[in-house]
């Protein structure tokens, strides 16, 4: 590779980097109309597999099979557990998929940082916006930090779709003002 070519693929990186790293924080839509009354935690159905698989394409593929209603979440606070403990209110410890449905609650307009912790997969959206976005087998770590718009105070859309292939399992949010601390979500800012 030439010094010119070398310095041209340089400069497109920086670019590329400096466009994603400026991108606009995502516009969420308040639930309209706004909820009067809920019930704390959140909505969940779950599918079941007698077998592993690593992908959300499958992951819906077996929810949509036979989908079962399950116990509400108390929120989104299901810490990394031991092997063949059950996770969330599912019926067995693996090879289950979930979706999960309801609201979030900002307290104040302003710009956000979302991420969510998750062994192993998870397609979330807020507002209608995605915000948390895993497609794989992992240990429980955390999604790509997003930015959000949040433009009033109240009540947001939850529709989140995760999964568990084996092993442990968790499934997390952290949220907090864009520069500020992300803090773990408490299970009170969540409703269906």
């Known amino acids: 590779m ?5 310095t ?6 920086g670019l590329a980097l400096a466009s994603v790293a400026s991108a606009a924080p995502l516009k969420l839509k308040p639930a309209d109309p ?8 959140l909505n969940v159905s779950y599918g079941y597999s007698e077998d592993k698989f690593k992908s ?24 990394d557990n031991e092997f063949g ?18 609201y979030y609650h900002f307290d104040a307009p302003g710009i956000y940082e979302i991420e969510f912790f998750v062994n ?3 397609d979330a959206k807020i507002g209608g916006q995605r915000v948390g976005f895993f497609d794989g087998v992992q ?11 949040v433009p009033m105070a109240g009540w947001y859309d939850l529709d989140a779709f995760y999964y568990q292939n084996a092993g442990t399992a968790c499934l997390m949010m952290k949220a907090g003002p864009k520069g500020g601390k992300r803090e773990w979500v408490p299970n009170s800012a969540f409703g269906h």
């Open 2 to 6: 030439t010094r010119i070519t070398l």
């Open 8 to 13: 041209s693929a340089i400069v497109a990186l």
């Open 34 to 41: 706004q909820p009067a009354s809920l019930n704390k935690g």
């Open 56 to 79: 959300l394409e499958l992951a819906h593929q077996i929810y949509n099979v036979s989908p079962k209603k399950g116990k509400p979440l108390r929120g989104l606070d299901y810490r």
């Open 85 to 102: 403990e059950l996770t969330l209110t599912s019926t067995q410890p693996w090879y289950f998929t979930a979706k999960i449905t309801g």
């Open 120 to 122: 192993d997969g998870l």
């Open 139 to 149: 240990p429980c770590e955390g999604t790509q930090v997003i930015e959000v718009d």
